[in-house]
């Protein structure tokens, strides 16, 4: 059986359709997204490479509702969400998306425990210390939860950020380039985390990697070039 025939049969989550992104200045437009088509379905992890400035960053950005996009239309069960006003966009992010970043991006005067707890905050909802408890000893930070960034490693640093995107148990974890500040081993050690808690907490992952390795372990591979899907 086909990918597309197994895909069928699955329910569609994220809908993109020719999903253009311009960057305007005085000088210029620079076109980074140039017509993306892409269906993601409930339960898969999605993998996207391709090279650096291909709009791989940018397309995901534009899936999470922190990127506005300039010609298309995206789609979130079937609700189009790209003509949402930011509060709105705000509510859809809170509920429904979880991203990891490369650089981390934990607040450094707060603890592991007030980091993962930072989103349902901002949220307007009162923390919920036991969730972000059992988050930080899943990702094996049982004894690390009351440190600061400044006292933990880099590869515990992204298990705090992770544990952080789980915090509101979205539908969708977005993870952009989650080892690319890590060494080897710490970097398989999140990649093999990051795909457990998927299956554990039944998410849709969608990956940005320059790892084709890491990019074979998804259910599907998408190649963008020069603000295309090639592949």
């Known amino acids: 059986m086909t990918s597309?025939?197994?895909?069928?049969?699955?329910?569609?989550l994220i809908e993109l359709e020719n999903i253009h992104v311009d960057l305007k200045s005085s000088f210029e437009t620079i076109n980074i997204l140039k017509g993306i088509n892409?269906?993601?379905y409930k339960n898969e992890s999605v993998g996207i490479i391709g090279e650096s400035g291909a709009g791989k960053s940018t397309l995901i950005m534009c899936i999470a509702g922190l990127e506005l996009i300039s010609?298309?239309?995206?789609?979130?069960?079937?609700?189009?969400?790209?003509?949402?006003?930011?509060?709105?966009l705000a509510l859809y992010r809170s509920k429904n998306i979880g991203v990891i970043f490369q650089s981390f991006n934990l607040l450094p005067s707060m603890t592991a425990l007030e980091n993962v707890n930072?989103?349902?905050?901002?949220?307007?909802?009162?923390?919920?210390?036991?969730?972000a408890m059992e988050l930080l000893t899943a990702v094996g930070l049982k004894n690390r939860i009351f440190h600061y960034?400044?006292?933990?490693?880099?590869?515990e640093q992204q298990r705090v950020a992770i544990a952080r995107s789980l915090i509101s148990n979205p539908e969708i974890l977005i993870?952009?380039?989650?080892?690319?500040?890590?060494?080897?081993?710490?970097s398989e050690d999140v990649?093999?985390?990051?795909?457990?808690?998927k299956k554990d907490f039944g998410s849709t992952l969608i990956l940005v990697t320059h790892d084709t390795t890491v990019a074979k372990l998804c259910d599907r591979i998408v190649k963008i070039d020069n603000g295309l899907i090639v592949k």
């Open 191 to 197: 990649i093999k985390l990051l795909f457990q808690l």
């Open 118 to 131: 930072l989103p349902i905050e901002i949220s307007g909802n009162f923390k919920n210390n036991k969730m």
């Open 175 to 186: 993870a952009d380039e989650p080892t690319g500040n890590l060494d080897k081993k710490n």
């Open 149 to 155: 960034p400044h006292q933990l490693s880099g590869g």
């Open 71 to 88: 010609k298309g239309k995206i789609l979130f069960n079937n609700v189009p969400i790209h003509n949402l006003k930011e509060d709105d």
């Open 38 to 40: 892409l269906k993601i």
């Open 4 to 12: 597309l025939m197994k895909n069928e049969n699955k329910k569609k």
